[in-house]
């Protein structure tokens, strides 16, 4: 973070001085024990911030079920905590919104302005319908959240400008671009500036992530950060000129952040555009037309379709490349088979299956016999060309709820869920006559194929309690059908005698 840039421009004169009546307020507003005679009697000491609270208490944003004609009222009406807010904005805002430049100014301060009216209206109605504690909080957090912006603009002027037109107006864009050029952003230097004005300590958090909400992990703060996020979001809605991909996000935050359905999020939306422009009118914001939230949504419906298209389409690729990639991590490259990876986690996962709801499942191991004399007399290449032919015929012997797998070198797995020890053992025996049958053409020679294969079963009389000792028992029984000269199956038969139970690998019957 650069530091002495932020330095600069919190000391700025270019930045206006808080007057008395912001100052004498925010003093009110962080005390916890305020007392309502003594906030009354500082607001109705400023007629214009008087009539700006009471206009605002009976303004449609509130909608309160009988005018209030006085401050006092209002306290009591609307709550100590809603009017100490109040007070603050309005005696803060102006100030910052009247050193804005006129005439003259490159720098579009109408719509910056805009969209933090439209963002703390948003702010204010998700949290009272969230039923969020800090209501008022997320009304100034979201109506400041883009006050590092307007700094950063008075102070650095027509370098933050050139970065700011290269952004689009897209603020999460100026927030990289900034990062980039200065080491700092306007994130950062809102936080800071609340902090040196001494606003209420919880507004910093939500101005320093209202683009980062999860970088939040304070479960007390993290509402209001969210919902001063959503809030800004959704002011783009109405203040952007191109609103189709922030009603998109929206609509997405609204629905997946807060759990909202498709109407609630349309109502709000649409409540948001209906009781943004009075708001507007207290705090003198040039808003332009008052535009309602279905006139935009009508003038962005063919765009939000094409977006949509897009973000299917994009969702297809992504999916699709996930696959590819998912494929590409569990399958043995030269057989096309599962490798190891895949056949541990496979096969972990039947046994948990089996083991619960006491169906057999068993396991082939098979070794190509005398593998080593394939390499040795027609190279590498006859040796990969023998165990492709191995892993089709493999392939085609497992069902699609099987899994044939390439266990390592020129061994071999299969797993055959659902299926007992005796007839696993026979369709070993069929895997080993199709194999013995097997010729395979290279380079004008035709090789011949055997295989040794062990069988292992688990069901809910076998002694196993684990998928290792499955493994162990196939492949002992995969050792046994070598030692016997090759080329045969033998299945590992547990047995129980009255002393201890032993084992076996027994020929498989034919």
Excluded at 139 to 166: H, K, N, P, S, T
Excluded at 207 to 226: C, G, Q, R, S, Y
Excluded at 367 to 385: C, L, P, R
Excluded at 467 to 482: F, G, R, V
Aim: with cysteine; net charge neutral.
């Amino acid at each position: 973070m650069n530091l002495a840039l932020l330095e600069r421009i919190k000391s700025s004169a270019s930045l206006p001085s808080l007057p008395a009546i912001a100052i004498r307020t925010l003093e009110l507003a962080r005390k916890e024990d305020v007392k309502i005679a003594d906030l009354a009697a500082v607001i109705t000491n400023d007629p214009a911030l008087s009539s700006k609270i009471l206009k605002t208490a009976n303004s449609p944003l509130y909608g309160l079920a009988e005018p209030v004609s006085t401050v006092s009222r209002a306290l009591v009406v609307m709550g100590l905590q809603a009017v100490k807010t109040l007070a603050v904005s309005f005696s803060l805002v102006p100030t910052l919104k009247n050193a804005s430049g006129g005439p003259g100014e490159s720098f579009d301060y109408v719509q910056l302005w805009k969209r933090s009216i439209y963002s703390a209206v948003a702010a204010k109605l998700l949290a009272k319908r969230l039923g969020v504690r800090f209501e008022e909080e997320a009304f100034l957090a979201a109506l400041l959240a883009d006050i590092g912006i307007f700094a950063m603009q008075r102070v650095l002027r027509r370098e933050f400008e050139v970065v700011y037109a290269q952004s689009g107006g897209n603020h999460e864009t100026c927030l990289a671009l900034c990062r980039e050029k200065f080491d700092l952003d306007h994130t950062i230097v809102g936080a800071a500036l609340a902090q040196q004005w001494q606003l209420p300590a919880v507004l910093a958090r939500p101005i320093a992530l209202h683009h980062e909400p999860d970088a939040e992990t304070d479960p007390l703060v993290k509402p209001l950060v969210e919902v001063v996020f959503t809030g800004c979001l959704i002011g783009e809605v109405f203040a952007a000129a191109s609103p189709a991909p922030y009603i998109m996000r929206a609509r997405k935050e609204l629905a997946q952040r807060f759990r909202l359905e498709p109407m609630e999020v349309e109502k709000l939306l649409a409540e948001i555009g209906a009781k943004t422009g009075e708001s507007a009118r207290l705090f003198e914001f040039d808003i332009g037309e008052d535009r309602p939230y279905q006139e935009i949504l009508e003038e962005a419906q063919q765009t939000l379709i094409l977006l949509s298209l897009q973000t299917q389409h994009h969702a297809d690729v992504v999916r699709k490349e996930n696959e590819a990639l998912q494929h590409q991590a569990t399958t043995d490259s030269l057989t096309a088979l599962a490798n190891r990876g895949r056949f541990n986690d496979f096969f972990a996962e039947q046994f948990a299956r089996a083991a619960r709801f006491g169906r057999p499942v068993s396991l082939l191991f098979m070794d190509v016999d005398h593998f080593k004399k394939f390499n040795d007399s027609h190279g590498h290449q006859a040796g990969d060309e023998v165990l492709r032919r191995v892993g089709k015929l493999l392939k085609l012997a497992a069902r699609s709820v099987d899994l044939a797998a390439r266990y390592g070198g020129e061994e071999f797995a299969l797993v055959l869920t659902d299926t007992d020890a005796t007839t696993a053992a026979q369709l070993a025996e069929d895997i080993r006559c199709a194999l013995e049958g097997e010729k395979v053409p290279f380079e004008g020679q035709t090789l011949k194929i055997t295989a040794s294969i062990g069988v292992a079963g688990f069901d809910k009389n076998a002694p196993f309690q684990s998928p290792a000792q499955i493994t162990a028992a196939a492949d002992k029984a995969l050792y046994a059908a070598k030692a016997a000269g090759r080329n045969c199956v033998r299945l590992f038969r547990p047995t129980v005698t009255t002393t201890a139970a032993t084992t076996s690998a027994q020929p498989a019957s034919r």
